[in-house]
């Protein structure tokens, strides 16, 4: 008798902290996705004001130069220059590190600055540095432990992806997926989703709509278009790894030879400004217009991919801030309604194809891209996304957008590797 009321005590105690976990972190997740949602929405107000301003007026291109000097200054100012980036983030979940808050002003006037002028960048790389440096500080002010702090930074994470994307449950597994690849932190799954719903409630409060696309071409599930489908997915491998590494390369180069922030952005953005000179302002900026045109139309140019990749490097590496997942949208999209169209697939189809098995290729989360396959295109696809997803992740290899990523799990058989992502 007096076991039973031993383990009945007990049961009773684990009960009442899972309550009050529960509550906890409810709570916290609340608060940091509803931070994060109002400071989504400004952002994407931001970005989309300046993005029509400089559509209008096209000479700001060429004063991309200027604005580098600007973004150089404010990290020279602020302390942050060479460590505050994507990479302190995804570091500061697995490590004991602290965000420094004012990273969160700096980047969000960063971006804004390089899609004024015209620098090929996307917003995702603000939002999970806007997203981490809120959670940490909601974590530090409640007082969180270690652990429990770097779950808040996720959280943060999360709320600002969805807010930026209108898409929460990937906000929700990318969060917990790209991290540590091979490993999902499913502590995080109730902060995360939590706080990814709130900011994107809020984010429908303020008149922003969610990303989403209707494909009328899906084609049948037949061995053949299986087998096309493949084909895209190994492409979207292969140019997942020229990204990645084009985008690294030209980065140690403008480190080599221009120690200098100041000379480097300088010369980065003039770059820019005399490709825009030669080719046009269409691959400035987010390029919004061409993705959509592509998954709508299936209409690209055949060189849109490389010359994209070319103008979203030259920006990241000399050191103008933004992410490079929207510009990976816009390579996917435009390579998969090429390859599409020549190998006999709808093109607009094989763009939203190509779209989602790039991203999984430079970020290495499948379960995320699954997620966002259905979140912008519906489920009917879904087999063809699976197939193109799991190619693009195992054939693109270790190869990654951020250095801070571990990959856990090889690949290709089961075993512990515990590696960074080149």
């Not at 509803?34 to 989504?40: E, F, Q, R, T, V």
């Not at 940490?136 to 808040?152: M, Q, T």
């Not at 966002?372 to 295109?377: A, D, G, K, P, R």
Request: charged fraction near 10%.
């Amino acid at each position: 008798m007096e076991e039973i009321k031993k383990t009945i005590r007990h049961d009773a105690v684990r009960v009442r902290q899972y309550i009050i976990s529960f509550f906890k972190w409810t709570l916290i997740a609340a608060l940091t996705g509803g931070i994060g949602g109002g400071l989504g929405a400004g952002f994407r107000y931001a970005v989309n004001y300046v993005t029509e301003l400089r559509s209008e007026y096209t000479f700001l291109c060429y004063l991309l130069p200027v604005g580098g000097l600007l973004i150089a200054f404010l990290y020279r100012v602020t302390k942050l220059s060479g460590h505050a980036d994507t990479n302190l983030i995804i570091n500061s979940v697995r490590e004991e590190g602290k965000v420094p808050i004012t990273l969160a002003p700096v980047i969000f006037l960063s971006t804004v600055i390089t899609h004024l002028f015209g620098g090929s960048a996307g917003r995702e790389g603000a939002a999970l540095q806007l997203g981490g440096c809120i959670g940490s500080a909601i974590g530090r002010a409640v007082k969180l432990g270690e652990k429990d702090l770097h779950l808040a930074v996720m959280c943060g994470m999360s709320g600002l992806f969805s807010a930026l994307f209108g898409t929460p449950l990937t906000a929700t597994i990318f969060a917990m997926e790209v991290i540590s690849v091979g490993i999902i932190y499913y502590s995080a799954f109730l902060p995360c989703i939590v706080s990814a719903l709130t900011a994107y409630g809020i984010t429908l409060l303020c008149g922003l709509s969610p990303v989403s696309f209707e494909l009328t071409d899906i084609p049948a599930l037949t061995v053949p278009t299986i087998l096309l489908v493949a084909v895209i997915g190994i492409a979207a491998a292969l140019i997942s790894m020229a990204f990645c590494i084009t985008l690294e390369q030209i980065h140690k180069l403008a480190v080599k030879y221009f120690h200098n922030e100041y000379l480097r952005v300088l010369v980065g953005g003039s770059i820019i400004a005399l490709l825009t000179l030669i080719i046009g302002t269409r691959y400035n900026g987010i390029g919004g217009d061409v993705v959509d045109t592509a998954i709508l139309t299936g209409e690209a140019l055949p060189y849109d991919f490389v010359l994209k990749i070319l103008f979203t490097a030259v920006t990241i590496g000399f050191g103008y801030k933004g992410g490079e997942i929207i510009p990976t949208f816009f390579i996917g999209s435009t390579m998969g309604a090429v390859l599409g169209s020549l190998i006999g697939l709808p093109p607009t189809f094989s763009a939203a194809i190509g779209l989602v098995a790039l991203f999984c290729g430079v970020v290495n989360c499948p379960i995320a891209s699954l997620v966002l396959s259905v979140e912008l295109f519906g489920s009917e696809g879904l087999l063809f996304f699976a197939v193109a997803v799991c190619l693009s992740y195992m054939l693109s290899g270790y190869y990654g957008l951020y250095s801070g990523q571990k990959i856990m799990y090889s690949k290709r058989r089961a075993r512990y590797i515990n590696r960074n992502a080149k």
